[in-house]
């Protein structure tokens, strides 16, 4: 899929506006507070999230500067191509309130855009892929799968909720040690929802691996390679081997070994809610060692493979926002950026000019105080 026009109107600090990106790369640069993040932002509503910066709907219309209040609304306007046909699709914000218009026909909800126009997302606020610890990485697997399967949504969701009452039935166990009889129950229920959630992880991750490996190897025109795997929180058969009835058969066996410290934790210690995914780039830790272009690289390797998954499941190929991606990237990984991303519509932020005359091939929009200005040049491929 690709945008044709994208239209907004009292969005952030961006008035109103329409622009008309090309097939493959826009960049969008200025300085800094300018728009050119609320331009993505933007964007990525159409998906039918919520914003990647954790903005409230109601912080999103326009703040006129001179009286200090919010616009009454916003509306944003997309034309697309996708499932061999051209559609369009609008978005009202209002007191907080999303409406939406799914190629004219009014839904009462943003949601309901959830599927119609499909995006990945990098903005630094990612890097925490790599810096942090093993939650953000496990929702980067989750939230990943939940588009492409619908169905893990629902898998995912009855493990949560599993997991929170036996969690529950633990702190109740240290008060009424008798409750213990009952543990069983919930040992069985997550053990085979959580080998589930395992097994579909564990297939997302050696579906990503090419894919991660090709890219990054383009980024670092080969310099250095990667590796991703993942990291249980008990031990259970390696990825690639065993099957799902032994993993759920030594994650029984798992709970019922660590239950006396659970109960007095009142927190079941083991589970995919504890486990995690090893990044290394050449053989040593990706977090520990890796330096800022090299982790930079790796998660927007990470972004990128989980677009050509998303492609391969749902047959169209998303719309790729990047957000600030260029800042701590050599010109080599810079150009991979701007002139190799080829097959697919990418949108991308930065605030230096001279990266941008480095370009090859695409369109180029300059932001300034909330307005953006196309350039004139349509640059095209020899």
Not at 91 to 99: E, F, K, N, V
Not at 114 to 137: C, D, N, T, Y
Not at 235 to 248: A, F, I, L
Request: proline letters at 4%; hydrophobic letters at 35%.
């Amino acid at each position: 899929m690709f945008v044709m026009r994208y239209a907004f109107r009292d969005f952030r600090n961006l008035e109103e506006d329409e622009l008309f990106p090309c097939e493959e790369v826009n960049v969008i640069y200025g300085g800094n507070a300018q728009g050119k993040t609320n331009l993505l932002e933007g964007l990525w509503l159409f998906t039918g999230g919520h914003s990647f910066r954790g903005a409230k709907d109601g912080e999103l219309p326009r703040l006129d500067p001179e009286t200090g209040k919010n616009a009454s609304g916003t509306a944003l306007e997309l034309d697309f191509f996708s499932e061999d046909r051209e559609q369009n699709v609008m978005l009202q914000i209002d007191g907080g309130r999303r409406t939406s218009w799914i190629n004219e026909v009014k839904k009462n909800s943003g949601s309901a855009l959830v599927g119609k126009v499909r995006a990945v997302i990098f903005s630094p606020e990612h890097l925490m892929l790599i810096k942090e610890g093993p939650p953000h990485r496990r929702k980067f697997l989750d939230t990943a799968l939940c588009q492409i399967k619908p169905s893990y949504a629902q898998l995912i969701s009855s493990y949560r909720r599993a997991l929170s009452q036996r969690n529950a039935l633990l702190k109740e166990i240290a008060k009424n040690p008798s409750l213990s009889d009952t543990v069983s129950i919930w040992d069985a229920k997550i053990a085979s929802l959580g080998s589930r959630v395992m097994e579909q992880r564990k297939g997302f991750i050696r579906r990503l691996r090419p894919h991660l490996q090709e890219i990054f190897g383009g980024i670092g025109r080969g310099r250095e390679q990667i590796e991703m795997t993942y990291a249980p929180s008990f031990k259970c058969p390696e990825e690639d081997q065993g099957s799902r009835e032994e993993t759920e058969s030594l994650f029984l066996q798992e709970l019922a070994r660590t239950l006396s410290s659970d109960v007095r934790t009142g927190f079941t210690s083991a589970g995919p809610h504890r486990d995690d995914i090893e990044i290394s780039i050449n053989g040593v830790s990706a977090k520990a060692y890796g330096s800022q272009g090299q982790q930079r690289s790796a998660v927007l390797a990470m972004k990128l493979a989980e677009a050509k998954i998303l492609a391969e499941f749902s047959g169209e190929t998303p719309i790729v926002l990047l957000d600030d991606v260029l800042s701590e990237l050599d010109k080599a990984r810079q150009d991979y950026l701007l002139n190799q991303l080829h097959g697919q519509q990418v949108f991308i932020t930065c605030c230096e000019p001279e990266v941008v005359s480095a370009m090859e091939t695409g369109m180029r929009f300059q932001v300034q105080a909330g307005t953006v200005y196309p350039e004139e040049v349509y640059l095209t491929a020899d």
